[in-house]
């Protein structure tokens, strides 16, 4: 999962895409940057680390131009950090193109093979991102024009969605021409688009891939980016729009509502927030059906996207809200974290409980979903720590159960504590007194009754059942081979680390 802006103003737009990243800071902490067009001249700045932390003001002058790009990165293979995956990427020919993207391809090996036997192109990283951008160059540059109209640019982007198959939100900028941006035909991830008046007349136009960027920084939403669809913006700030993919079947990401996306960001058509109130309800009837209800003291949530469900639960519930546990908020997003041993040291480090809000207490703890099960069991037992009698677990989510290949990282399903384990066996693994959990139907709901346009939601984590296709016991073999190697790797990475300070 990561997140991706581009503007088109009459005024320079370095300020305005770093403001952007830091409020889609939560989708990505690994690596972040911003490359600007001054002219027909490029210019980039990225690296590792948070949007804070990669720039200064002596590299935020440097980003001079009136359009622009910017991506957070956030790994999904559990590898080590590698600078040169930051994005966005670049190629010199033809026209010289940057793009970031959101998602992930699942052909992108086969990808890989085509650009070197028969497109004659070079990858220079693992990233199924800089595969995306060189069939995206490749396709222009079969369009043959010096210079680029609306028309050909969807030409090659209709050829493009021929070709890659996945979940891909992507922000492009073609030099002195202007930002194209795109969807994968279910709209998989997220990607909204928005405008606002020009201080020299005529409007900018920003697209991201959450709402609260757009809204945050002055621009008014005007939609999403519809699945199948282009948009490009070009240097004169004219908006065209395109369906390269007329035969769709919309299937946004269940668990871009569940966890990743910011509650005040609207998604499809869907308040975020309002979907996690509606998760705690579903949830509270389920309690209530199972006679759990009677025997709790308190609720409280696990900080932070959990909150809006744990107290909709509570209130539905009639039990009491309580906050028990304080947030250190200088440390990130566990989930998101490259690597298990980095989100194993950071629970405690995050996470500190009020013990009077325990003390005697039978407390059902509310948390958006049990993935690894690392951090649940960690804070379980500070709940014990803390003097609580009983100790319930509820998620807002269902189990997961299997892998996603779509950008979100838990693609081995032996790592995932609920596969091939019956509740009862996942409150145990993580010393619950019980576990409930949300049931499929009753979230898919919960995105449905906020846009009932919508019928279908990519659940494939929760029920293994993949939208693109493509996805088959080899392909998953495949990428939990990947992944290990990746771990293998991180690890001696760290060996080295710790002998180095040893050393010196």
Do not use: W
């Amino acid at each position: 999962m990561c997140g991706i802006i581009g503007v088109v103003g009459d005024n320079p737009v370095n300020q305005l895409i770093y403001d952007g990243l830091s409020l889609l800071q939560h989708r990505g902490q690994d690596a972040a940057g911003i490359m600007t067009c001054e002219g027909e001249r490029l210019l980039l700045r990225k690296g590792k680390g948070l949007v804070a932390d990669v720039f200064r003001e002596r590299h935020m002058v440097r980003l001079k131009g009136e359009m622009g790009i910017g991506h957070v990165r956030y790994p999904t293979a559990g590898a080590p950090s590698n600078s040169a995956e930051a994005q966005p990427f670049y190629v010199n020919s033809p026209y010289g193109i940057a793009l970031g993207h959101n998602g992930n391809l699942i052909n992108s090996a086969e990808l890989q093979q085509q650009l070197y036997e028969t497109d004659l192109r070079h990858i220079n990283t693992d990233s199924d991102s800089e595969v995306l951008l060189n069939v995206l160059a490749h396709e222009l540059q079969q369009v043959g024009k010096l210079q680029l109209s609306a028309a050909t640019i969807f030409a090659a982007v209709t050829q493009v969605h021929q070709r890659i198959r996945g979940a891909y939100a992507v922000v492009a900028m073609i030099a002195g021409q202007g930002i194209l941006a795109f969807r994968d035909p279910h709209g998989i991830r997220p990607l909204v688009l928005g405008r606002r008046d020009g201080e020299q007349g005529g409007s900018e136009y920003m697209v991201a891939s959450e709402s609260v960027a757009v809204q945050a920084l002055g621009f008014t939403l005007l939609r999403d980016v519809a699945p199948g669809e282009a948009v490009y913006i070009d240097k004169q700030r004219q908006l065209h729009a395109y369906q390269c993919v007329p035969a769709i079947q919309h299937s946004p990401c269940m668990f871009e509502f569940v966890y990743f996306a910011r509650p005040d960001s609207i998604i499809d058509g869907i308040s975020v927030y309002k979907s996690r109130l509606r998760m705690g309800a579903k949830l509270a009837d389920k309690i209530h059906a199972m006679g759990l209800a009677e025997a709790l003291d308190v609720v409280i949530p696990v900080p932070e996207s959990s909150r809006p469900a744990a107290i909709e639960l509570a209130n539905s519930l009639g039990v009491k809200f309580r906050e028990g546990f304080v947030k250190n908020r200088y440390i990130g997003r566990t989930f998101i974290m490259p690597g298990q041993s980095s989100r194993q040291k950071s629970v405690r480090r995050k996470l500190n409980a009020i013990d009077l809000e325990f003390k005697g207490k039978n407390v059902l703890l509310v948390d958006d979903s049990i993935v690894r099960g690392t951090t649940s069991g960690q804070i379980v037992q500070m709940a014990r720590e803390a003097g609580a009698r009983k100790v319930y677990f509820a998620s807002a989510a269902p189990p997961v159960r299997y892998a996603n290949v779509y950008g979100i990282d838990m693609p081995t399903p032996s790592e995932l504590i609920a596969h091939g384990r019956s509740e009862a066996e996942i409150a145990e693994a993580i010393g619950a007194d019980g576990v409930i959990y949300q049931d499929l139907e009753a979230l898919v709901a919960c995105g449905s009754e906020g846009n009932p346009a919508l019928t279908e939601f990519d659940t494939s984590c929760f029920d293994g059942h993949y939208v693109t296709g493509g996805v088959d016991d080899d392909y998953l073999a495949q990428i939990g081979q990947l992944r290990a190697d990746s771990i293998q790797q991180a690890q001696l990475f760290a060996e080295e680390d710790d002998y180095e300070i040893i050393r010196n």
